[in-house]
């Protein structure tokens, strides 16, 4: 089975920065293209970006990220670099491959707070 672990969550000031970063099961985020997800309070989860499985490592991003956060990934792991934090990024953040596996990850929070 599956398994995914996220970090790097916790508190940040607006305009702050956090890195987040996912472990999965070995070969899982080397081998297929790989998404950050949220999930806010109410509403279901939704996609932030997501980075090609090819070599390239080609990003895409949702419109509302606006050039504020960078995905990456390495053999390692899946990382999301959020820069200028906003509050309306405050949400529980998830990853997975895409398609994504049935099983998610316990998630890593993010709050948003001066």
């Known amino acids: 089975q599956v398994q995914f672990v996220e970090s790097g969550g916790g508190l940040v000031q607006p305009g702050g920065s956090l890195r987040l970063s996912c472990t999965a099961s070995?070969?899982?985020?080397?081998?297929?293209?790989m998404a950050w997800f949220r999930q806010k309070p109410g509403n279901e989860r939704e996609l932030v970006a997501r980075?090609?499985?090819?070599?390239?490592?080609y990003p895409f991003y949702m419109d509302f990220v606006n050039g504020r956060f960078t995905i990456s990934k390495d053999n390692d792991g899946l990382y999301l670099q959020m820069d200028r934090v906003e509050p309306e990024d405050q949400a529980v953040y998830y990853c997975?491959?895409?398609?994504?596996?049935?099983?998610w990850g316990q998630g890593t929070q993010v709050t948003v707070s001066s």
């Open positions: 997975n491959r895409l398609p994504p596996y049935p099983t």
């Open positions: 070995p070969g899982v985020v080397g081998m297929y293209a």
């Open positions: 980075i090609s499985g090819t070599d390239e490592h």
